[in-house]
């Protein structure tokens, strides 16, 4: 990052605005060799905050889809959990193409492959990760994905609360933040966040719900995932909810392979497709598209603590 970000802690939204001043008061060559300027790599490089790149068809051929994310600007991508089966599957990704971050965790949509000792193996998997952080060697970055869903039939909704706050605490005492996935749970998710609210934050993926619901996400410290809702139109209320919130509480996540954008009904999402949720989300805001794609890079940079 720049040494303003880096050094005085700047956030997203204030180092954008001390770019723009600097671009009213400095030469293109100065503004690109002083210390105000933004990363350059921020300018151009897109983080998919949110895709299953171990699922089908990526597993299959990963050099492929990673040629046309690249080829598309993004060049980052996070990779939530589901449960113990994938964890390794992950870590070896990561090590094999180090553009891939990932996070561990127990999915609330396969709870009923978590068996006794899921968070016990979460924990000792989530130490053994924060001594290869020491070490700078770990791409860990996250725990999840976590939540509540009780969209499933016969949830067990006892239990789903009782693995979400567990892996909150973990996530504070690791000092990571948390992927959060919720689906008709709304109330009960954010009770359990304010009862163990997430000291390095996080981000509440795949967002779809009301003004009032993202604003009690934000104001405990938890960023809003923009996906391929808001390229449908007749979402009208995402779309209107995702336009008027601070641009510095929002992330890009294309959920691949699910969550196809508009115009690609029926196929499996990909990570190349992020910058056509990018464009959307340039059409019903008030900033360019530039200006939207820097501030986003540089605070999903911020939360998952990724080198820019």
């Not at 880096?6 to 671009?23: D, E, N, Q, Y």
């Not at 094999?96 to 193996?121: I, V």
């Not at 992330?251 to 954008?261: G, N, Y």
Request: glycine letters at 6%; hydrophobic letters at 45%; aromatic letters at 8%.
């Amino acid at each position: 990052m720049t040494a303003g970000v880096k050094r005085w802690g700047w956030s997203p939204r204030i180092a954008v605005a001390v770019h723009r001043f600097a671009m009213t008061v400095m030469t293109p060559v100065t503004l690109l060799t002083s210390k105000v300027a933004l990363p350059y790599r921020a300018n151009r490089m897109l983080i998919d905050s949110h895709c299953h790149f171990d699922f089908a068809p990526f597993c299959d051929d990963p050099e492929h889809y990673l040629a046309l994310a690249r080829q598309a600007g993004v060049e980052k991508i996070v990779i939530p959990a589901v449960g113990q089966r994938n964890w390794q599957v992950l870590r070896d990704l990561s090590v094999r193409f180090p553009c891939l971050y990932y996070g561990l965790g127990l999915h609330p949509f396969f709870s009923a492959e978590h068996d006794a000792n899921a968070l016990q193996q979460l924990a000792s998997a989530l130490a053994a990760e924060a001594v290869l952080r020491e070490k700078s060697v770990s791409r860990c970055v996250a725990v999840g994905e976590c939540g509540l869903d009780f969209a499933i039939v016969n949830a067990d909704r006892d239990q789903q609360i009782s693995l979400l706050a567990a892996q909150l605490q973990l996530a504070n005492r690791f000092e990571l933040p948390v992927i959060l996935h919720c689906r008709k749970a709304f109330p009960e998710l954010f009770g359990v966040l304010r009862q163990n609210r997430p000291i390095a934050g996080g981000v509440y993926h795949g967002f779809s719900g009301s003004h009032q619901q993202a604003k009690q996400l934000i104001d405990l410290g938890i960023k809003i995932g923009v996906g391929g809702t808001i390229t449908y139109r007749r979402a009208n209320k995402t779309r209107n909810t995702i336009a008027a919130l601070p641009l510095d509480a929002l992330l890009l996540e294309t959920d691949a392979p699910d969550m196809p954008v508009a115009g690609f009904q029926g196929e499996p999402n990909r990570p190349d497709r992020l910058v056509n949720v990018l464009g959307e989300l340039a059409a019903i805001r008030t900033e360019s598209e530039q200006e939207i794609k820097q501030v986003i890079s540089l605070t999903t940079a911020e939360l998952f603590r990724i080198p820019m």
